[in-house]
């Protein structure tokens, strides 16, 4: 009884007993009648008068029984002091799923924003799901967002889905998740917008979990920096299509299949092509398959891309294709003016003279001249009586 009210003096909420887990690490204190409560059921045993050690085989050790004690006191952990519900809360991963219901064209970007919804067949699910189409091959910049999501400041989340789509052969494309964190519960402010988050989805800048089909699968992870969240897709150049995902670990199973020629395409996959691909273009995929069946030449590059067959990307580009491309993305007007501005004439006219050597012209003039040759066509094309008529006539006048 005399350790027990020294305890008590020690900690004035009555909870005397440190309770060790099956290692011997404290992570909290209880009751002591909570404590004799957990020896009598055999999911304790005594280490000393006030100390416990849980059992490993206990039914609530697994689930955290510091919780089910509703332990909130601070472990020790030197100076950086947590409680066991911290602890825990900074390990665990919350998964924020996409929900097509959800999602609303942002106010700002209605005027240019191409989005819709519609239910199609995918390969992942085999029947039809709610697929977001954002964005066009145009420039309008295009931009849908989630609701203002309650977090918990601090704690860990990731946000999951599939992804379609969001290149396209220019390179020039806009691919992106912006993460906005607020403290209002609806809308965010321009301080909120110019901390974001951003997350580029396209060329390989973030690395999905797994490919299947044409659909890749994203988990981004990040943690809650206030206590709302608002989730923006920006679409750019190229339409993007957006699929609910589960948690990573549902997908444990499922196949890895990306694109076996992803490597020789300038875009992704699009639900937009049959094929995935415009069948029409060098990156085509029956162009590609007849190359890698051996039907092609080699590019002289040395390298072989797979299939045994070495790629002919002389023969690859299109370049119809290209010069159409450039001449509708070149302003030659904007061109001529940047040079005229850019050109100074008695600078070049300086250097010209700079640069002429007059004593090697003439050597060369000098060289390359025959003088008999021009008086002979001096003589022959010369009319001598005409000449002295001419003179006697301007004498006489």
């Known amino acids: 009884m005399t350790k027990n009210r020294k305890a008590a003096s020690a900690d004035a909420s009555g909870q005397t007993v440190t309770v060790l887990d099956r290692n011997g690490t404290p992570i909290g204190r209880t009751y002591p009648r909570r404590a004799k409560g957990l020896v009598k059921k055999c999911r304790a045993e005594y280490a000393s008068d006030d100390t416990i050690r849980l059992y490993a085989d206990c039914p609530m050790y697994n689930d955290t029984e510091e919780h089910t004690m509703e332990i909130n006191e601070k472990i020790n952990y030197g100076e950086n002091a947590k409680t066991a519900a911290e602890v825990k809360r900074e390990e665990q991963i919350n998964y924020i799923y996409l929900e097509s219901r959800e999602w609303r064209v942002n106010p700002d970007t209605e005027n240019q924003t191409k989005f819709e919804r519609f239910f199609m067949e995918t390969p992942l699910y085999g029947d039809m799901k709610e697929v977001l189409s954002l964005g066009a091959w145009s420039g309008e910049w295009c931009e849908i967002i989630s609701r203002n999501l309650p977090l918990d400041k601090g704690a860990k ?19 992106e998740l912006h993460i906005l964190f607020t403290d209002r519960p609806e809308g965010v402010s321009y301080r909120d917008w110019e901390q ?4 580029k989805l396209n060329r390989g800048y973030t690395k999905p979990l797994k ?4 659909w890749e699968l994203y988990s981004i992870p990040f943690t809650a920096g206030d206590e709302f969240a608002q989730l923006r897709f920006v679409a750019q ?12 670990d549902a997908y444990a199973g499922l196949e890895n299949i990306p694109d076996e020629y992803e490597g020789l395409r300038p875009q992704r996959h699009n639900i937009v092509f049959e094929d995935g691909w415009p069948t029409n273009t060098r990156y085509a995929t029956k162009v590609l398959a007849a190359i890698a069946e051996g039907k092609g030449e080699s590019d002289g590059s ?5 299939g045994g067959a070495s790629f002919p990307f002389s023969k690859l580009i299109d370049m119809d294709g290209l010069a159409e491309q450039i001449a509708e993305n070149i302003d030659t007007d904007d061109i ?10 008695d600078e070049i006219s300086r250097r010209i003279v700079r640069s002429i050597d007059m004593d090697e012209i ?18 022959e094309n010369i009319d001598m009586d005409e000449i002295v008529k001419r003179i006697v006539r301007s004498a006489r006048e």
Not at 196 to 199: D, I, L, P
């Open 336 to 345: 001529a003016e940047q040079i005229a501005d850019g050109i100074d004439m």
């Open 362 to 379: 003439a050597g060369q003039i000098a060289d390359n001249i025959d003088m008999d040759e021009i008086s002979e066509q001096i003589a």
């Open 302 to 306: 040395g390298r072989n891309h797979g």
């Open 237 to 248: 150049y190229a339409p993007m299509a957006l699929l609910r995902a589960d948690g990573p």
């Open 157 to 175: 989340y990731s946000f999951v889905f599939w992804l379609n789509g969001g290149e396209n052969d220019r390179f020039n494309e806009r691919c």
């Open 211 to 214: 490919k299947y089909k044409g």
């Open 196 to 199: 974001r988050q951003c997350y």
